[in-house]
């Protein structure tokens, strides 16, 4: 991989707009606060924007307080725009009213079904994570590495692999992981932060949740309805769909689990996890989404019965 383009472009503008996908998870938010990060050593300016808060579970990451919430900004002046985690434009949501005609869009992501819509591509579907690729970046530019800046990447790396349980989980993976331990990052006091942290009245709900999982073809496919009255009773830090997914992965028998996110009477998010051969980044694909082999999700302008209905007739006729 040509790192050169990348580090030139750094080097070479003043001003940059920072951004990644909607509803940020670990290695969206840490690949740009980490990036972030890097440019102001530079000397650069950096405005980290994006569609919503970063959420309060992530709020402990180094400078996580300067991100900045896209409705309340009228402009930002920049030179280029880096794009974190992003598999199209379209993932940035109302990041795109502040987005200007001739700024080049630098594109950094590992999803295999990256569209390369940047003017520079750094995409590397073989990676573990964002913050993976950014690690190779980072060695490239020499950057000096601090206990913050090794944060930043390890957080990432270790949610987008499970904790290193996933497919995308490689030795290079470990490897990198031990050199960031090396300033100082305890991996158990990382994992509690991002983890441990459910209060007791999001437990009590999530338990009702869980219990409207339906199974189906013989418990091979889970599936749930998450309606908007419900979620808005959740605290804000609290990820339901981030916990429906880990006690299901832990489900025997179960191959293929979707979400169903209500957006509105007719618009459906579908989040998607796969713990066999059942490739949903090819799913979601044919919805206009993407993602992962074993992790996708895609928005679908129908009602939530509508969309069920569409996806699952997909998933029976591939399982």
């Known amino acids: 991989m040509n790192y050169n383009p990348i580090i030139q472009a750094f080097r070479k503008h003043k001003k940059f707009l920072v951004t990644t996908h909607v509803n940020p998870d670990a290695d969206a938010a840490a690949s740009a606060l980490a990036v972030a990060f890097v440019l102001r050593s530079l000397g650069k300016t950096v405005t980290v924007v994006n569609q919503d808060v970063i959420p309060g579970w992530l709020q402990f990451l180094p400078k996580a307080s300067t991100f900045k919430k896209a409705g309340i900004l009228k402009n ?102 031990g050199e960031l331990m090396a300033f100082g990052i305890s991996p158990s006091d990382l994992y509690t932060r991002i983890y441990d942290v459910i209060p007791l009245k999001d437990l009590k709900l999530f338990l009702e949740v869980a219990n409207s999982v339906e199974f189906l073809n013989n418990g091979k496919i889970a599936c749930i309805e998450l309606h908007k009255n419900v979620l808005r009773k959740f605290s804000d830090g609290f990820d339901v769909r981030d916990k429906i997914f880990g006690l299901l992965r832990s489900t025997k028998g179960v191959e293929v689990i979707a979400i169903f996110n209500e957006i509105s009477v007719r618009q459906t998010r579908v989040n998607f996890r ?27 302008d129908f009602s939530m019965q509508e969309t069920r209905k569409k996806i699952l007739r997909e998933i029976i006729k591939g399982i």
């Open 274 to 300: 796969s713990k066999g051969s059942f490739d949903v980044a090819q799913l979601a694909l044919k919805f206009n989404g993407g993602g992962h082999a074993k992790a996708s999700g895609c928005t679908v």
């Open 76 to 177: 930002v002046h920049y030179d280029a725009a880096i794009f974190l985690d992003c598999g199209d434009l379209a993932r940035v949501g109302s990041v795109s009213t502040l987005l200007k005609d001739g700024k080049p869009l630098i594109n950094i992501d590992h999803h295999k079904t990256n569209d390369r819509f940047g003017d520079l591509n750094l995409v590397l579907p073989g990676s573990s994570s964002t913050a993976e690729v950014l690690y190779g970046l980072f060695q490239k530019m020499n950057v000096r590495w601090s206990k913050e800046l090794a944060t930043l990447i390890y957080a990432g790396i270790m949610t987008d692999t499970g904790s290193f349980r996933y497919d995308c989980t490689s030795p290079e993976t470990h490897r990198i992981a």
